[in-house]
């Protein structure tokens, strides 16, 4: 099978990495969170080819994550934003950012993401809405559809 | 920069992405938590190049994520298991999952979690703590260390 296949198998995490799984984009994605929307701020910051970062927004464009929007006529210029499609991205994009926390920081973390107005670090959680509980990885229990890939 | 320098800058979605962001990463890991851990079921499954999957899982065991342990002498076999730090990516696949299904699915979700017990569907909810509250992404602010990439 071809990486690029994974967009027609019946599974929710090939079909998230057909869009997500290529070298740097979810670091294109972090900038795009951070508010980075033009080219050369994105490739600046990364440091990666025109190329590589030119096929990376073409891809979230193509699959309705990032919309690309004129901002100047003259000479003619664009920018890149977030879909909702492409915000509702943020929890990957916090688990990420909380598995590299715990297993990869020295000291203190990069970046402390904050309660706006209540100042209070968020957590991301894995609960049960019935039980009203936090839930570890072994109370969970996977049921898969019969066509599932 | 190169993708492999992404492991030594200071930004935990970078150290993370280092780890987890090659060309199907994800789908190893994945079959890894749904319990496969021989290369040959492994790669029956995903349908990839016995090269690629030998690399993917030797990056796996050099950040610690993965143990290759023998389960067989003459021949001698082995298998392939998470860590803890690798089960600790569960919350990551779980927002894959997720989004996926939001984004992608047709009908039915290929596969649904389920709180062990109580049998209802598990929900990862990004919170605050203090308030008690469901957040969105707007309810967040990023508060970035001086030395932060």
């Not at 910051?45 to 919309?67: A, I, K, P, W």
């Not at 990957?92 to 904050?114: F, N, Q």
């Not at 309660?115 to 072994?138: I, Q, S, Y």
Request: hydrophobic residues 40%; neutral net charge.
């Amino acid at each position: 099978m071809r990486h690029d296949d994974l967009a027609d198998v019946n599974c929710s995490v090939a079909r998230t990495w057909a869009v997500v799984g290529e070298r740097w984009t979810m670091l294109v994605l972090r900038e795009l969170f951070r508010g980075r929307r033009r080219f050369e701020v994105i490739q600046d910051q990364l440091g990666l080819g025109r190329s590589v970062l030119t096929d990376r927004l073409r891809t979230l464009v193509e699959h309705g994550v990032v919309v690309r929007e004129p901002y100047q006529d003259s000479p003619r210029r664009h920018e890149y934003r977030l879909t909702p499609k492409g915000e509702d991205l943020y929890p990957l994009l916090v688990a990420m950012i909380r598995w590299g926390d715990r297993w990869s920081t020295d000291g203190d973390p990069p970046v402390v993401l904050e309660h706006r107005g209540c100042g209070h670090e968020v957590d991301l959680r894995l609960a049960c809405p019935a039980c009203d509980r936090d839930l570890g990885r072994r109370d969970v229990t996977a049921v898969f559809a019969p066509d599932a890939w």
